[in-house]
């Protein structure tokens, strides 16, 4: 069975701004930004992160994590979630985890057919 690098996106803390500004002038109206989508960013965040780290390609990478990142939305509560994401950080092995040994076909399903390297660090 081929080992499997933990690919996961940590958020830090959302900093969100409380001074006040005076309203913008036609001038100087900044662009109107989207909403954020914490999905879509720890999507973008774990493919470039795999793509950077040359576990595989930038499309792949993105259609592995987005697959990955929506089993986890949609098949994981929330404690679980953090469980697996703790073992991980703590370089602990998750696959003991019962929520992860559930999930476990459908995110073999993300990456089949996909070769994935070794992660390689930058070269300074």
Sequence with gaps: MQKMMPVFAVLGFLMLGTTAHAAP?????????????????MVQ??????????????KTAQRICSCTIGVQANSLKLGEFWEIQSAA????????????TRIQPQLDKCREGVTLNPPQMPKK
């Design 25 to 41: 002038t036609a001038k100087s109206a900044p662009a109107q930004q989207p909403p954020m989508d914490i999905q879509t960013v």
């Design 45 to 58: 965040r774990c493919a470039s992160e795999a793509a950077a780290a040359k576990i595989t390609d930038a």
């Design 89 to 100: 950080l703590n370089n602990r092995d998750p696959r003991s985890i019962p929520a992860l």
